[in-house]
């Protein structure tokens, strides 16, 4: 199985600042990442697929990178909208496993 | 436009069985994937299994082989998942999601989620 490896687990941060969060698989997947993002009792939602493309009605704030084994999400400018979970996974070959998830929190 | 729906929160002791529903609106239900995904309470998305609409093929993770079947209905455009032998660590919120080369194999649509109980 293709482990994913989410960093940091929890992160605080406030309006207006940019965060990356990063995603290691443990072989190489190509391209083959997407990120969500998931709010207290809510599905998960999806942002960026393929490892860059941003899904349609995303904000642009949002954008993704990498290829290979090593990924990342960044969020330009925070707002308060943004602040939930995160969750990278692989659709390189099942199981398509997740990534543990980081945790936004504001400061 | 798209959506998947989900049948209700269920209860059930150790042991039992359960049987979660996922209904697609507003899309060919076979040109997609269904995937079920599941999280314990405060944990982490964990990926269970698939099943293909069209021809039923399945494929499951390792730990639920033998104790989860995914199955579909097309003249329903309804997924189905059963769980067996059900125990305390099932107790999680189980989301049916589809996937597909249209969405470049990612995610694009969740259920609302379904909640399983085990508990004595």
């Known amino acids: 199985d293709i482990q994913m490896t989410q960093s940091p687990s929890s992160l605080s941060a406030s309006v207006g600042d940019r965060v990356t969060i990063t995603c290691r698989a443990n072989?190489?997947?190509?391209?083959?990442l997407n990120w969500y993002q998931q709010k207290p009792g809510k599905a998960p939602k999806l942002l960026i697929y393929?490892?860059?493309s941003l899904q349609s009605g995303v904000p642009s704030r949002f954008s993704g990178s990498g290829s290979g084994t090593d990924f990342t999400l960044t969020i330009s400018s925070l707002q308060l909208e943004d602040f939930a979970s995160y969750y990278c996974?692989?659709?390189?070959?099942?199981?398509?496993?997740f990534g543990q998830g980081t945790k936004l929190e504001i400061k | 436009q798209v959506q998947l729906v989900q049948s209700g929160a269920e209860v059930k002791k150790p042991g039992a069985s359960v049987k979660v529903s996922c209904k697609a609106f507003g899309y060919t239900f076979t040109s997609y994937y269904v995937h079920w995904v599941r999280q314990a309470p405060g944990q982490g998305l964990e990926w269970m299994g698939m099943?293909?609409?069209?021809?039923?093929?399945?494929t499951y993770a390792q730990k639920f082989q033998g104790r989860v079947t995914m199955t579909s209905d097309t003249s329903a455009n309804t997924v189905y998942m059963e769980v067996n032998s059900l125990r305390s660590e099932d107790t999680a919120v189980h989301y049916c999601a589809r996937i597909g080369a249209v969405s470049s194999w990612a995610f694009d649509s969740w259920g609302q989620g379904t909640l399983i109980t085990v508990s004595s």
């Open positions: 996974q692989q659709s390189f070959s099942t199981p398509y496993t």
């Open positions: 072989q190489s997947i190509s391209n083959f």
């Open positions: 393929a490892a860059f």
């Open positions: 099943v293909n609409p069209s021809g039923g093929s399945t």
